[in-house]
């Protein structure tokens, strides 16, 4: 059973350009979310997707969306890239109700430049 | 709001030396508490989890955590730690309503032989 799968691993973008994440869920989890996590910090919440909904956002500005599919599989979207955006994105898929065990994938690197 | 401390940046230990690791959480209703490790370049793989119950929780690897109430902690423990156990640990809360997960900053453990 493959667990959360990312993609791309790694990347290096420009500031001002717009990057996209991918993220495809642990088979049977229906609820997909994003973190950031800066270098040396632990992972922060940026938002939550169930049932192709936005169902949770963290503190982060407009420049980051998402989208959910019908395959509960998930895009994380970057718009107008800061060198602060530089960070390792994890996504983390649950069954949805609270309390079971979320799983994280092994990240994508984003290096902007 | 929820809020995690993690008290120590670095833990430095020798192998086979007993180990904790500190964890103070803040929020207002009751939540479930996690301990996840991550080891160079990887994702976050869940040690154990707190949800309700007995308040000494018994996780993967060897690894045990103790929730206090009154003392709004949850320390992790290792009566005998290994050179593997090298990596980045993390604290994290969420509230009984949501998968949210609110992490500290992390605690760096490095086992020397």
């Known amino acids: 059973d493959a667990g959360v799968t990312q993609s791309p691993t790694h990347l290096i973008k420009t500031r001002g350009q717009q990057v996209t994440l991918r993220c495809s869920p642990k088979s049977g989890h229906d609820t997909v979310s994003w973190y950031q996590q800066a270098l040396g910090q632990g992972p922060q919440f940026i938002f939550q997707?169930?049932?192709?909904?936005?169902?949770q956002r963290g503190n982060f500005p407009d420049r980051f969306s998402g989208h959910q599919f019908p395959n509960y599989s998930s895009e994380l979207n970057v718009n107008a890239l800061l060198l602060g955006d530089s960070a390792l994105y994890l996504c983390?898929?649950?069954?949805?109700?609270?309390?079971?065990?979320?799983?994280f994938g092994e990240g994508s690197w984003l290096t902007v430049v | 709001a929820q809020s995690v401390t993690q008290l120590d940046s670095q833990v430095p230990v020798f192998e086979e030396a007993p180990v904790e690791l500190r964890c103070n959480y803040s929020s207002s209703v009751s939540v479930y508490l996690f301990w996840y490790v991550q080891y160079p370049n990887q994702g976050l793989q869940l040690l154990l989890k707190y949800l309700s119950g007995s308040t000494l929780v018994k996780g993967i690897n060897g690894f045990e955590a103790e929730f206090n109430k009154s003392q709004t902690s949850f320390h992790l423990r290792k009566p005998s730690v290994h050179i593997s156990d090298t990596a980045e640990y993390f604290c994290?809360?969420?509230?009984?309503?949501?998968?949210?997960?609110?992490f500290g900053t992390g605690t760096r453990l490095q086992v020397f032989p």
């Open positions: 983390a898929s649950s069954p949805g109700t609270t309390g079971n065990t979320i799983y």
């Open positions: 994290a809360v969420s509230d009984r309503n949501t998968d949210k997960l609110i």
């Open positions: 997707y169930y049932e192709e909904e936005e169902r």
